[in-house]
């Protein structure tokens, strides 16, 4: 797999908040007092029991939602001042995993996964052998002309995934990617956000599973009721 390739100086953070927050509507704040720096290649597992606001934080961070308060960036832009058109190419720099998958069902399996070359305005026939290789690893290889309403929960969450990385995005965030799987599914499927890591996508994970993210050396940040704060390294390597 290519590097993805990144315009930002090494020292500047991918992601960068200092005090945000996060209400909907006229809500209570369901995010508060984030503050949080990522470097570009680092790699971060967000954990916490469910509504502690772990989708609303890959919200922000992927531009579904802007902060009621509080200063964000990402790839040193300001989401909230640029136009449209700007906020979605920012998004073509980011691959998002989402717990409800929204997968295209008129679409089969090696049409969902080539959606982002076609984005970036590449031909798909031109990658094909690398996204058969890739739906293989995520174990879709015999469900190529399927579609999604075909598919197991799992096996959507696997295509999600895929989806997610095929543009080799330069920030990848994942929504409990291992929540419909085995635990050794689970693993092949951290070990393939894993390898995006190390070609130097920046990824972050939110999980309710933290035996899972132990096996891994990666730094944890815990949300609580709203509030983001280190967990620490997990230690060890898988």
Avoid at 117 to 146: C, F, Q, T, Y
Avoid at 161 to 178: G, K, N, Y
Wanted: hydrophobic share 40%; proline share 7%.
């Amino acid at each position: 797999m290519d590097k993805p390739a990144s315009a930002m100086a090494e020292t500047e953070p991918i992601v960068d908040c200092e005090d945000v927050g996060l209400r909907y509507g006229a809500g209570p704040e369901v995010l508060s007092g984030i503050g949080l720096r990522l470097r570009p290649g680092s790699f971060h597992f967000v954990t916490g029991p469910s509504g502690a606001g772990k989708s609303s934080l890959l919200a922000l961070l992927h531009v579904g939602a802007l902060p009621s308060h509080g200063r964000l960036r990402l790839f040193g832009t300001d989401p909230a001042g640029i136009g449209r058109d700007a906020r979605a190419a920012l998004r073509r720099r980011i691959g998002v995993v989402f717990q409800d998958f929204r997968l295209f069902d008129d679409l089969d399996v090696v049409e969902n996964v080539s959606l982002p070359l076609r984005v970036a305005g590449k031909d798909p026939r031109a990658h094909r052998k690398e996204i058969l290789d890739l739906l293989g690893w995520v174990g879709l290889g015999a469900n190529l002309s399927d579609r999604p309403p075909a598919l197991s929960g799992g096996q959507k969450q696997r295509l999600a995934i895929a989806r997610a990385v095929m543009a080799r995005p330069a920030l990848l965030l994942a929504d409990e990617p291992t929540g419909n799987v085995d635990d050794a599914l689970a693993l092949r499927l951290l070990y393939l956000f894993e390898a995006m890591h190390r070609l130097g996508t920046t990824v972050v994970i939110a999980t309710h599973n933290i035996r899972l993210a132990g096996r891994f050396g990666h730094p944890q940040l815990r949300l609580d009721k709203g509030r983001l704060m280190p967990a620490g390294s997990t230690g060890g390597t898988p």
